[in-house]
């Protein structure tokens, strides 16, 4: 079981870095878009999706036995630079509580600032705690750094606009998870 439950969600964080990539373009982001609708076409067949919204590209599901609520999740309007090179960007979440207390569980943010002809493209994540699901609103920074190339440099972040997209997972020792993810949304790099 626990072998299974590692390849899962090694499975799991290998995809949702996929589809962060691919939202990157519009071609990338209307193929998103299908899939999506298909995939919770498919998961509410089987039950196992018990929310979907509109607005601001954020989808809500539920895993598991269907006795967890899902995730809401929003991110902050404005990151901070930290030593002008990674931005801290602000994640609130809301779950109701599970069954059991969190076992695991994080919030992954990809960042995305133009900068001339070069696009910097982050990632950032922070484990969520046990109580992280608990009917209330929880506020989370999120350091987010920009990759460094072959030769070991890195292009950092600067102020001014950025494009952000989260997903958040919390999941009991006995699999019942809450998902939610926000974005991609405008916000704003200072500091």
Do not use: W
């Not at 979907?52 to 809500?60: D, F, I, K, R, T």
């Not at 920074?141 to 958040?168: K, L």
């Amino acid at each position: 079981m626990k072998r299974t439950l590692v390849a899962s969600t090694t499975a799991v964080t290998v995809v949702i870095v996929a589809l962060l990539i691919a939202s990157t373009t519009t071609a990338g982001l209307g193929s998103l878009r299908a899939i999506q609708a298909t995939l919770l076409r498919t998961l509410h067949s089987a039950g196992l999706v018990t929310d979907a919204h509109a607005g601001g590209g954020g989808v809500s599901m539920s895993s598991g036995p269907g006795t967890s609520e899902p995730a809401t999740v929003q991110i902050g309007s404005s990151a901070k630079l930290i030593a002008r090179v990674f931005a801290a960007v602000p994640v609130t979440v809301t779950c109701a509580p599970l069954p059991a207390p969190v076992a695991y569980g994080g919030i992954s943010v990809q960042l995305l600032q133009a900068q001339g002809r070069t696009v910097v493209q982050g990632y950032g994540f922070v484990s969520l705690p046990a109580t992280a699901c608990n009917g209330s609103a929880s506020t989370y920074t999120v350091d987010v750094y920009p990759p460094m190339n072959a030769s070991g440099t890195t292009v950092p972040y600067r102020g001014g606009s950025a494009a952000a997209s989260a997903f958040v997972y919390a999941c009991d020792s006995s699999n019942d998870c809450a998902t939610g993810s926000a974005g991609p949304q405008k916000i704003r790099i200072s500091g």
